[in-house]
């Protein structure tokens, strides 16, 4: 069901199902976005950098909180548009094999002069198996009102 502006509040937090990355997800971000650096794609460069391991993309992480707020249902049937990206961090790498989860914390919502959307503000953290904090920033959306919606 999906949440209105009117049924979101400063302090409520939404989290989603696990995803697990696997080799297949890396391989296809890779080839997707042509991103092919070594410490991606390649196992034996990899394993000699600090990581010791093939790190997965940044922007994969990104990307995959997206997905994996779409799966909550909050936001499907009320999003308009994703309003931007902002500070956002990325404190510890990912691994192929980590299993992440990502969190919505609502910050702030404000109706929009147009009176029929209104701004959320939204902290979104992702979390790996050990929840670590492994990325963190702010993701803005503007959504519907309940009576624009119908």
């Keep these: 069901m999906p949440h209105y502006l009117e049924d979101l509040a400063a302090g409520q937090r939404f989290v989603s199902p696990g995803k697990t ?3 297949t997800d890396v391989v296809m971000f890779a080839a997707l976005t042509n991103d092919n650096n070594q410490v991606h794609t390649d196992a034996e460069f990899a394993a000699g950098t600090r990581y010791g391991q093939r790190v997965v993309h940044g922007l994969f992480g ?5 997905g ?3 799966r909550t249902g909050v936001f499907e049937g009320s999003a308009v548009a994703l309003l931007g990206i902002d500070a956002w961090r990325f404190t510890a790498p990912v691994f ?9 914390e609502i910050l702030s919502t404000r109706l929009t002069s147009s009176g029929t959307t ?4 939204r902290l979104v953290s992702l979390r790996n198996q050990r929840d670590e904090l492994v990325q963190e920033g ?4 503007l959504v519907l009102t309940r009576a ?3």
């Design 118 to 121: 209104g701004v959320v503000g």
């Design 96 to 104: 192929i094999g980590d299993t992440v989860t990502c969190t919505v």
């Design 68 to 70: 994996l707020i779409a």
């Design 138 to 141: 702010r993701m803005d959306l």
């Design 21 to 23: 990355i696997t080799e």
């Design 148 to 150: 624009a919606a119908v």
């Design 62 to 66: 990104t990307s995959l909180c997206l």
